[in-house]
């Protein structure tokens, strides 16, 4: 057989935190315009399916898996498109796909693969409390599946040491009950007790809740898989309002 043009194309799209107006218009056309959509089942069914376009869902273990599939389709000329939720570039599909490439066959280098930005969860839970990533910021995944839980703490302990504010993204799961309870321990080692904390649950969907409690109370009972957790800064500082609420924000300003 001799080798067909490759006139496929691969987008690798992040879908938003969860409402569909914090996906981009950008996005939503090349959902749209996509022949096949590939992803972890519970993102592929927040997507509207024609009747013409391929839903392909797999579970969430299997991303190189899902993204040789992804990567052959492309390959047959159809139009894929991958999908994760907040941006695909963030603890997300992308990696995979590249992976998948750089361990390849080699026409896979040639394929068009674009990846189109998104909103990640961490941007629309600071929009939510005010402003709290203004200053230096990180974010690390608390999953040890893919990674030593002892490179997580030291991490943590280094990027606590070194007063960012943290975003903690895969904080708790059934198969990893104990990690987050362990990190608050290596937090408080380190910061002051009165560090607030922030438990955001599914932001912008219909179910979210946002609790913020100090670092010495910090309870990993509030989170789930759907949380992610941020811890403020030395400099993070909470405006009190009327009724109990308060915003959280990190001035533009820093001091050693
Ligand atoms: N690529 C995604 C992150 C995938 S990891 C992004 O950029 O947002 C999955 C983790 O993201 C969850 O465990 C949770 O920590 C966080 N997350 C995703 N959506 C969220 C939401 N709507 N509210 C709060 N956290 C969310």
Known sequence: ???????GKLHVVGLGPGDPMLMTPQVAEIVAQASDIIGYQTYVARVPLRADQNRH????????A???NALELAQQGRRVCVVSSGDAGVFAMASAIFEAIETGP???RALDVEVLPGISAMFAVAARLGAPLGHDFCAISLSDNLKPW????????KAAEADFVISLYNPISKARPWQLGA????????KSPETPVVFATAVSRADENIVIEPLKDA????????????????ATRAIERPGGAQWLYTPRRAER
């Open 66 to 68: 899902r993204a040789r």
């Open 150 to 157: 002892d490179l997580i703490t030291h991490r943590l302990r």
């Open 1 to 7: 057989m001799t080798g067909k043009p490759l006139t």
């Open 183 to 190: 990190a608050f321990d290596i937090l408080r080692e380190v």
């Open 219 to 234: 309870d990993p009972e509030r989170a789930d898989m759907r949380t992610l957790v941020m811890i403020g800064s030395s």
């Open 106 to 108: 080699d026409e896979w």
């Open 57 to 64: 869902a797999s579970d969430n273990r299997e991303e190189i």
